[in-house]
């Protein structure tokens, strides 16, 4: 029985120039991968060092040779063959040389021409900007795709899957309703917390109430809300769509003639844009009672804090605040659903598509805020 | 059983490539109505490539695969949802709905194109069921079906609308000798009842045996058909050494020898 052992010596390699001028290795002793390496090391120099026309293995002192082994002997052969040029393998072993022979070097030489080269800095950057260009092209495509298919379901109600609208819509709206109003009220109550400080200075204590009705309002209730839906169902909708994609029930369904933006895609937007306006609501009351809390402690009454809101918020501020978390229902559940239809194969693609729908929604979620900020600076709100 | 020999699907000088990386090079075959259609070939070959473009998945490179006389690539709308309602697929994996019962799975397509009363669609999904014998799973998931019986459920779904083409992708495949036999009877069952024209994809010998009218077999090494005809006839008598090697299972350098 074959021992293992970690000796490098139990191998040696000499060289010879022959009278022919051929060079010839004479490799010795036991080859497996703890002692190849070094014979490897010293074979590949010897040969390139002389580069011989000629190039002459004596095998027969070898006594064991496991795949590092071959592998040597093979490159060997593969390099004097791709220089054109001559090697003979004397004394091998029967059952070594039956190992060597099933490798044909003409195989290995072919499938490195196949490999392409290094590419330049250009072709890098222009790869680069077609794919960048052919995403933004599939996802224009897409939008357009869900755009269309959510005026037909509007024009034609039955056909859409109401049992998967409410079933998302449970998912989306009342599973996500306690994080959300947590979420919401800590905010409140930080906010409170941390502008009543510097506000104690003027004697402007009431006009926190002021603050975080505006900013709940208008930025942080949406805000906050599409984050934490973001993260709940963006992934979730990416999750179960890819899914779907690698367990070919989009192909399925493709090929039974029902559309997947129509059967899948339209029943989890229609979801969010119902629930996410929803539980905005609902996270701006739970910010104010987050507000209230540190009111109360500051010794104002509930009565004084609730007069001081109504004044200080107007419908059209809270509609403003509804109208940014129906776009952002809308970049969650498409881009959710988006990055689940486009989920490649392999096993860490469903957790790609997940990653990318989160990360992509939440980018997305922060520009158009911005671009919304800007348009309700003009037009005053 | 190649019947009166019309053709019903026509392939015509069909190139399939992913990019710039061509996997089939310009073929081009026939299916005759009511028969048992193998494509066959090797690991990567290619036979889930030419499926996935015949049943309209994947637009060909070039050429042109025609259903019942229609291009199911140049069509679009109507026309194509016209072309699939003439076909069926059961996937590898039986592709399942694993949110719906089997019976919802089977519904799902009646409840899209009839206006069937709920009743007349349950009854239909149960004797699809039944003809693939699985009566008494309907209200399972899919998840606690065997391997075996969600490629039966996937059949069952593929019939829902009575196509006259099923195409089927590996249906034996990761299946029990046993399971995969009666498989194959439920095919020829269906094909010799129901007239039902298959597409089968597979490289399982047994099978092919068992249900295979015609076969093609695709090489990769030419990207292409490298034998046509019956199996056994290709076994027996083929010309090429690596189709007789396949059929007998030999390794490549025994028939090298």
């Known amino acids: 029985m ?94 070594f040389q039956q190992l060597l022979d099933q490798f044909k070097a003409g195989e290995f030489i072919e499938a490195e021409v196949e490999v392409p080269g290094p590419s330049n800095i250009f072709e890098k950057v222009g790869r680069s900007t077609l794919d960048i260009l052919q995403d933004f092209k599939a996802n224009i495509s897409f939008l357009g795709e869900v755009m269309v298919s959510l005026f037909y379901a509007m024009l034609h109600p039955r056909s859409v899957r109401w049992k998967d609208f409410l079933i998302t819509s449970e998912l989306i709206g009342v599973n996500a309703f306690s994080i959300v109003a947590l979420v919401c009220f800590l905010i409140g109550l930080v906010m409170a917390f941390q502008s009543a400080i510097p506000m104690q200075q003027y004697g402007a204590q009431l006009f926190v109430a002021n603050l975080i009705v505006i900013a709940m309002f208008k930025e942080l209730g949406p805000l906050m809300t599409a984050w934490v839906v973001n993260g709940r169902s963006a992934s979730a909708f990416a999750a179960e769509l890819g899914t779907m994609k690698v367990n070919e029930e989009i192909d399925a369904l493709t090929t039974m003639g029902l559309e997947p933006v129509r059967f899948l895609v339209v029943p989890r937007v229609l979801a969010a844009l119902v629930m996410i306006p929803i539980l905005t609501i609902f996270g701006n009351l739970f910010g104010l009672i987050g507000g ?30 509804l109208i940014k978390s129906v776009v952002f229902a809308f970049i969650i559940g498409g881009v959710g659903c988006m990055e689940g239809l486009r989920t490649k194969t392999g096993a860490s693609a469903v957790g790609d598509s997940t990653t990318s729908a989160v990360v992509v929604g939440l980018v997305m979620i922060i520009f158009v805020d911005g671009v919304f900020g800007v348009i309700y600076y003009f037009l005053g709100i | 059983m190649s019947g009166d020999k019309e053709p019903i699907i026509r ?108 009743d007349a669609m349950d009854l239909i999904s149960l004797m699809k069921l039944k003809l693939v014998g699985l009566s008494g799973s309907e209200h399972k998931m899919p998840s606690e079906l065997s391997g075996g019986m969600q490629k039966r459920a996937a059949l069952a779904r593929a019939m829902a609308l009575d196509p006259f083409i099923l195409f089927l992708d590996e249906p034996s495949a990761g299946l029990d000798p046993i399971t995969s036999a009666e498989l194959d009877q439920l095919i020829l069952r269906l094909a010799r009842s129901l007239k039902i024209t298959f597409v089968v994809v597979t490289h399982e010998l047994p099978s092919i045996y068992t249900i295979a009218d015609r076969v093609i077999m695709l090489d990769k090494r030419v990207k292409g058909i490298v034998a046509t005809g019956k199996p056994q006839d290709l076994r027996d008598h083929s010309d090429n050494p690596w189709v007789r090697q396949f059929f007998n299972r030999e390794v490549e350098s025994e028939v090298a020898a």
């Open chain 1, 2 to 95: 074959e021992s293992y052992v970690k000796d490098s010596n139990l191998s040696s390699i000499t060289s010879q120039v022959n009278s022919d001028g051929s060079l010839q290795l004479n490799i010795a002793g036991r080859l497996d991968s703890n002692t190849t390496g070094k014979i490897w090391r010293q074979a590949k120099n010897e040969v390139e060092k002389n580069s011989p026309r000629n190039l002459v293995i004596d095998a027969s002192g070898i006594n064991y040779c496991d795949g590092a082994g071959i592998a040597l002997l093979f490159e060997l052969q593969l390099h004097q063959q791709k220089a054109g040029k001559e090697i003979e393998i004397r004394g091998l072993a029967n059952e």
């Open chain 1, 292 to 321: 209230l809390v540190v009111m109360l402690s500051l010794g104002f009454s509930v009565v004084t804090y609730v007069n001081q809101i109504t004044s200080a918020a107007t419908y059209v501020m809270l509609l403003a605040g």
């Open chain 2, 11 to 118: 392939v015509e000088n069909f190139t399939a490539a992913y990019g710039d990386n061509v996997i089939i090079d310009n073929i081009s075959f026939e299916v005759y109505r009511g028969e048992v259609f193998v494509i066959l070939g090797g690991s990567g070959c290619g036979k889930s490539t030419v499926l996935k473009h015949m049943i309209g998945l994947y637009e060909p490179a070039a050429g042109k695969i025609l259903i019942d006389g229609e291009d199911i690539a140049a069509s679009s709308g109507e026309d194509r949802l016209k072309i699939l309602k003439k076909i069926g697929v059961a996937y590898q994996s039986g592709a399942l709905f694993g949110s719906m019962t089997i019976l919802e799975n089977l519904r799902l397509s009646l409840e899209e194109y009839t206006d069937l009363s709920p």
